[in-house]
């Protein structure tokens, strides 16, 4: 099969669908790969890093859809990208097809396939191709509290893990999951004293065992957050109900009862935040501050590390690229559940019932194109 990487084109994302080790690996199992110049320069992977092993570099990303059999990228494809996608070509890359309807007709008219990385779902429920831009945010969200709480950014003028005689940062992680969990670590290995509230009591338990004793569980109530957060230099949101708004665990009266310059990093912002003033902001301008409180509410905070979030992307997902690349799609999905409900748009047939849902369009069953 010939699998082609275009350079991702929406702002500011420096991420690439594929690296060297990725393309060797598809190479080695008898594929070839065609690689839009320039598309791995802004992970850290140059042109010359993909012919060493293999690929083969062209100029355009029209040069690299003209000939694929599978695309292999990052963000789902914006208007200029359309016109290039053929008909029966496989895509595999993230869609989130429910908050586009221009998107969603636009592949249904492609004709193309469309495997959506953030709907590939083990049995267990979890979503893989997720979880590694979690966890980059997670742990993200300390390095960035830490530094809008240094006094020049805006903070109080707090050092995370404090230093002999003088106490750490008080930090708060609303959710414990696999966000929380990464924020909460990475604080906690900073020397801050860390406190986890979540609503799942096994989940608490659970972080209880594996967590350091510097941070502690507490069961997520108005009252417990309210009485806390008084005390926090830094609060982290990282709540998820699947496939709802967030809930705002932090309403615009608690912040009054904060310190001045705490830091607020809302990770939730994506779903709407857990935080009532928390909206989405972006790299170029990541602050704004309320009640003298700092608010980070960066949607996309992993794309500010494009080499870590690369690899972290793409080692996920390569095992299902190659399977894709080694049966063809159809025999792929019909062995492989999980990739099976990561199938949503294929030959102008809408197959994922959450997408026709959200845009009261009409829903084809898989097997039915299969
Ligand atoms: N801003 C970004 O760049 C970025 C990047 C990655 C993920 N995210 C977002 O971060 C959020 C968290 O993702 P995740 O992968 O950790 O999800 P997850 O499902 O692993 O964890 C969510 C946790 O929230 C807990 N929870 C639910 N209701 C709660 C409540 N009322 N109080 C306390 N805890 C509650 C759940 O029990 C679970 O442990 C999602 O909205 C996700 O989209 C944002």
Known sequence: MLIG?????????????????????????????????????????????????????????????????MIVKVKEPIAPEYPLIRKGQTLFTYFHFA???????????????????????????????????SEVAGRMAPQEGAKYLEHPMGGRGVLLGGIPGVRPANVMVLGGGVVGTNSAKIAAGFGAQVTIFDNNLYRLRYLDDVMPRNCVTQMSTASNIREAIVEADLVIGAVLIVGAKAPHLVTRDMLSTMKPGAVIVDVSVDQGGCVETC??????????????VVHYGVANMPGAVPYTSTLGLTGATLPYAVELANKGWQNAVKENRELALGVNVVAGKIVYKAVAEAFDMQYDSLDSVL
């Not at 008898?30 to 092993?53: L, M, Q």
């Not at 586009?100 to 990385?117: D, G, H, N, P, Q």
């Open 5 to 69: 990487v275009p350079k991702e084109i929406k702002p500011l994302e420096k991420r690439v669908g594929l690296t060297p080790g990725g393309a060797e690996m598809l190479i080695r199992n008898g594929h070839k790969v065609v690689v839009e110049t320039n598309a791995g320069v802004g992970s850290g992977f140059p042109d010359d890093r993909y012919t060493a092993i293999g690929a083969t570099i062209v100029a355009t990303a029209a040069d690299v859809y003209g000939v694929a059999d």
């Open 99 to 133: 908050a586009s309807r221009e998107l969603t007709e636009a592949m249904v008219k492609s004709e193309a396939v469309c495997i959506a990385y953030e709907t590939v779902q083990k049995p267990d429920g979890s979503l893989p191709l997720l979880v590694p831009m």
């Open 279 to 292: 909206k989405p902001t972006t790299h170029d301008n990541p602050t704004y501050v309320v009640d003298g």
